[in-house]
């Protein structure tokens, strides 16, 4: 089933749940992400075709956000939520963030390693024509997360604060050109990742509310596809703000 479609059923069945008045037993939420990066060291291996670095790149994220509105739900950077109730203010939470991470063109960049057998150790700006690397049909986090709703930060019952923290795996698409050779990859599970994350969220009407979350981790891609059957390897810190429309029911 297509993304959009699944959204489809899941809102039908909130709007159905709306009638009645929210349990707060499980919650759902859909809204956007803007992200910033460390700096990372990426490594390139391919047998004896090549092993080298780049050190120390810089990157950037990609929101699209001009694509809204758009049917096309997986275009702009995207998070959703779905939280189950365990425990009295205890929730499981599966968190799920379509980031996109893009090395940033134009950059002076250390190269260093061997390349056919050769070694090499020279620096020069990245060209899109010859080498680019980014997830940008996602770097993908998903996530499970034990998320605590803290009593009387407020005194408001409008007001709940939400603390979460947990781990997960990269499930990216990676998007590589190496010595000129493109490779929109497929995806697949290519990491893991660790974070926590902050929200404070405002009641609209029954169980309808608004959220605005910060979040920090670490992603770590170990086998990153690149092409020719290559694998790329690096790992980065990363912070994120998220606004999110959300559900109770």
């Known amino acids: 089933m297509k993304l959009h479609r699944l959204l489809l059923v899941l809102f039908a069945l909130i709007y159905t749940e709306a009638s009645a008045e929210p349990t707060g037993k499980v919650y759902f939420q859909w809204g956007w992400n803007r992200e910033v990066f460390s700096r990372s060291t990426i490594h390139f291996s391919n047998g004896d075709l090549y092993d080298f670095y780049w050190d120390k790149v810089k990157a950037h994220d990609k929101p699209d956000f001009q694509a809204i509105p758009t049917l096309e739900v997986t275009i702009p950077q995207f998070s959703f939520r779905l939280g189950f109730r365990m425990a009295p203010n205890w929730y499981l939470e599966l968190n799920h963030d379509h980031t996109k991470y893009v090395v940033s063109t134009g950059q002076s960049i250390r190269m260093h390693g061997t390349i056919n057998g050769v070694a090499i150790d020279t620096t020069g700006v990245l060209d899109n024509s010859q080498f680019h690397f980014e997830h940008t049909n996602g770097a993908n986090f998903w996530m499970f997360m034990a998320a605590h709703k803290l009593d009387s930060v407020f005194n408001s019952k409008k007001f709940d604060v939400f603390l979460k923290a947990g781990g997960g795996l990269l499930y990216p698409k990676t998007d590589v050109t190496l010595f000129g050779n493109r490779l929109n990859n497929k995806f697949h599970v290519a990491g893991y990742i660790a974070g926590l994350e902050g929200s404070l ?44 429309l959300g559900f109770q029911f």
Do not use: M, P
């Not at 009407?205 to 596809?225: E, H, P, S, T, W």
């Open 201 to 244: 969220r405002y009641s609209v009407y029954r169980g309808a509310y608004l959220d605005l979350a910060g979040k920090v981790g670490f992603a770590n891609y170990v086998n990153a596809l690149t092409v020719d059957g290559g694998k790329a390897s690096h790992s980065f810190f990363f912070a994120e703000g998220i606004f999110s």
